[in-house]
């Protein structure tokens, strides 16, 4: 391996080569915004829901991720935007645009994309299902069988748990929680024919689909409340009644004058749970103008935070109609395979001797996690040569996490036990504390990092006693210690005994449960310090004739990053990108854009691993990593890229970019600031083809 370059620095953007390349067109802008670039990402994976050979659960859960992700992304990025504005900040995207310029594209962005959704249910999934017998009826339109079997189950289910609130000048306006559904209903006395408006919250805790009967039919749990409004109200006449739903702003910033990070996470907790902060409402189109309006003045938001909705509201729901359990209409079932390495031999099964024998490089969903990652701690927590083990802990599964009892059953034992688990991982912040303290309370040495960053890496490392020597083993991933999404995320892991990235890794835990400044590491490559001087040096000893550039990711930010990227295709390098989500990049900004290539995966898995090569043959460079190349993961975050050395790993990585860069199935490409699925011309379907691989290579899968 090359001796790490370190990158020159070039905030201001590189001047226009002369040459055999042509200036880059006045009008292309050099960054993409950022906000349109996660919409586009969006817009690939609602674009799966429409298509025909995808089996017809499998789209209707595309749309609900696609509904998901637009949810957080108001509840976040809505909100750091709606906050920028309101407090008056100047300063402007890399893109070119004021705070208040970047929330109005916001709105006019997200509001298209609403609309998107609301087509693709209506003519795409919506009759799609239909066709497959499951079928989302309207209260109204069932027989008397249907309705009497509603109407117990309202009686028994749900008019138990309901609360009607009304608003009037003896009843203050309800604080309405964020992403909760709810009625807006409109009652008048029989006598005085006086009006009030009342609000009915549709409960979170029940199935947002009421199934009928030994049937595949549904209907929304708002239309079997509404059809018994009269038991909520007795003896009032029921006007008129809407469904809406609200969401408020998530993103919070810990406190930084708070000694005790773990009660700063809960105030973060409790902020978010009562924020004030609104950035969408979305009601029924049939909603009148002076319920609207009644919502938008008590809620004190801005009309143009309003969106008016079609099909039923909250399509994220649809992931109850995903999870039927009907296989004739889902993906072939698929059993990630064991890696050959990692197979029992004769005598039982020894993880540490098969990674002594050479690295392993486990590819998920394809390879088994609990095989790999699981064994790997499960193991170590039962070796009695075993003298310690380290953990990060980003996101990690529920209750029943291997990992959380495995090193739980290490601490009982007698172990050194460390875990890191980040408590800032936003959304599982409150389960992350539940696992925290459940390992303190076993004896586990729990920490929470440096302050400031969130710690993104994701290593484990073991300390084994061999024959009166101290070695050490490590596993180093590219996505989270969960079984759960290792069965759908696309990552990678290394497992390797290599004496200098142990080392690096038992420096870096050092410096996370300690105090340390400027450490210097044989092998790894960690942000913030290092990763972004180390990739930009990368990227310029490659800017030449001949240079080559393969970088997979989920994201691509950083403008120093870009500026790179653009001068080595400039200076002559052929570079290919594998972005799956957001992509700031424009080639069409680059004078050389015929060498600057952009495409982006989206199927079956989700792609996560993040790859780094640079060079070609025998001397290019290798990495695997935590990192996409953005500001928060290079600036804010402790990540690490670990580099891989062995030709069979390194063979392994150069399948997973050339099928990347082959697919014509799953594939789009951007070009001319539009993203284009691209034809499918050869069939080659790289997630297919990496299962195929998979099941040829190893044994115990199909």
């Keep these: 391996?090359?001796?790490?370059?370190?990158?020159?620095?070039?905030?201001?953007?590189?001047?226009?080569?002369?040459?055999?390349?042509?200036?880059?067109?006045?009008?292309?802008?050099?960054?993409?915004?950022?906000?349109?670039?996660?919409l586009d990402f969006n817009r690939r994976v609602l674009a799966l829901a429409s298509r025909l050979e995808v089996p017809v659960l499998e789209r209707a859960k595309f749309l609900a991720i696609a509904a998901h992700n637009l949810d957080e992304f108001f509840q976040v990025r809505g909100a750091v935007l709606a906050q920028n504005v309101e407090t008056g900040l100047s300063d402007r995207s890399p893109d070119g645009l004021t705070p208040a310029e970047q929330r109005e594209l916001f709105r006019k962005c997200t509001s298209a994309f609403a609309a998107d959704l609301d087509e693709t249910y209506t003519r795409s999934v919506a009759p799609a299902l239909e066709a497959a017998g499951i079928c989302i009826s309207d209260y109204h339109d069932l027989d008397h069988r249907d309705r009497a079997a509603l109407d117990t189950y309202f009686a028994q289910q749900v008019f138990p748990v309901l609360t009607p609130l009304a608003v009037d000048p003896a009843h203050p306006f309800p604080y309405i929680s964020s992403m909760s559904l709810n009625l807006a209903v409109v009652v008048a006395d029989p006598v005085t024919r006086d009006q009030r408006v009342a609000r009915v919250k549709v409960p979170p805790a029940l199935p947002r689909f009421a199934v009928l009967p030994n049937t595949t039919r549904f209907v929304p749990l708002e239309q079997v409340i509404s059809a018994h409004l009269d038991a909520l109200f007795p003896g009032m006449d029921i006007l008129a009644h809407q469904p809406f739903r609200l969401t408020r702003g998530a993103d919070f910033q810990l406190d930084s004058d708070e000694d005790d990070l773990l009660e700063a996470v809960r105030d973060v907790l409790k902020r978010r749970r009562l924020s004030p902060l609104v950035v969408r409402l979305e009601v029924d189109e049939r909603m009148s103008d002076e319920v609207r309006d009644l919502l938008v003045r008590e809620l004190e938001m801005d009309e143009r935070d309003v969106q008016v909705v079609h099909a039923p509201l909250d399509l994220a729901a649809l992931f109850q109609l995903a999870a039927l359990d009907l296989p004739e209409i889902k993906y072939p079932q698929w059993a990630p395979t064991v890696p050959a390495a990692?197979?029992?031999?004769?005598?039982?099964?020894?993880?540490?001797?098969?990674?002594?024998?050479?690295?392993?490089?486990?590819?998920?969903?394809?390879?088994?996690?609990?095989?790999?990652?699981?064994?790997?701690?499960?193991?170590?927590?039962?070796?009695?040569?075993?003298?310690?083990?380290?953990?990060?802990?980003?996101?990690?599964?529920?209750?029943?996490?291997?990992?959380?009892?495995?090193?739980?059953?290490?601490?009982?034992?007698?172990?050194?036990?460390?875990?890191?688990?980040?408590?800032?991982?936003?959304?599982?912040e409150q389960a992350n504390i539940t696992w925290a303290e459940a390992l303190e309370q076993?004896?586990?040495?729990?920490?929470?990092?440096?302050?400031?960053?969130?710690?993104?890496?994701?290593?484990?490392?073991?300390?084994?006693?061999?024959?009166?020597?101290?070695?050490?083993?490590?596993?180093?991933?590219?996505?989270?210690?969960?079984?759960?999404?290792?069965?759908?995320?696309?990552?990678?892991?290394?497992?390797?005994?290599?004496?200098?990235?142990?080392?690096d890794l038992a420096e870096l835990f050092n410096a996370l449960s300690g105090y340390s400044r400027d450490v210097q590491y044989r092998r790894i490559v960690v942000a913030p310090q290092q990763l972004r001087p180390t990739v930009v040096g990368f990227i310029q000893r490659e800017s030449r004739p001949g240079g080559r550039i393969l970088l997979k990711l989920n994201g691509l930010i950083d403008s120093e990053v870009i500026d790179a990227l653009y001068e080595a295709a400039e200076a002559g390098a052929e570079i290919d990108l594998i972005v799956r989500g957001m992509c700031a990049l424009n080639a069409a900004a680059c004078a050389a854009p015929q060498r600057l290539r952009v495409r982006s995966l989206v199927g079956r898995y989700l792609e996560h691993s993040r790859i780094f090569r640079f060079g070609a043959g025998d001397d290019a460079d290798y990495f695997i990593s935590s990192a996409d190349l953005m500001p928060r993961n290079l600036d804010r975050r402790v990540e690490v890229a670990v580099p891989v050395f062995q030709h069979g790993s390194r063979k392994r990585l150069d399948e997973i970019l050339d099928l990347s860069l082959a697919d014509d199935v799953l594939a789009w490409e951007f070009d001319s600031a539009t993203w284009r699925k691209v034809p499918t011309t050869k069939g080659i379907n790289a997630q297919a083809a990496l299962q195929e691989g998979a099941a040829r290579r190893n044994r115990g899968g199909g």
């Design 1 to 38: 391996m090359h001796n790490v370059p370190m990158a020159v620095s070039r905030r201001d953007p590189p001047a226009t080569r002369a040459g055999d390349v042509s200036a880059p067109h006045e009008v292309a802008p050099r960054y993409l915004n950022r906000d349109v670039a996660w």
């Design 442 to 503: 076993a004896g586990v040495h729990v920490i929470y990092g440096i302050v400031g960053l969130k710690t993104h890496a994701k290593v484990s490392l073991v300390v084994r006693n061999e024959g009166g020597r101290v070695n050490r083993y490590c596993h180093v991933s590219t996505g989270n210690y969960n079984p759960i999404t290792a069965r759908i995320y696309e990552d990678i892991a290394l497992i390797t005994c290599d004496g200098d990235i142990c080392a």
């Design 342 to 428: 990692l197979l029992p031999q004769e005598g039982g099964f020894d993880i540490f001797a098969a990674v002594r024998a050479g690295d392993v490089l486990v590819h998920h969903p394809y390879e088994d996690f609990d095989a790999s990652a699981v064994a790997f701690i499960e193991q170590a927590a039962s070796d009695p040569s075993v003298l310690a083990i380290k953990q990060t802990l980003y996101r990690t599964s529920g209750k029943n996490s291997p990992i959380i009892r495995s090193l739980v059953r290490a601490a009982e034992s007698g172990k050194q036990v460390v875990a890191l688990v980040e408590l800032t991982a936003r959304f599982d």
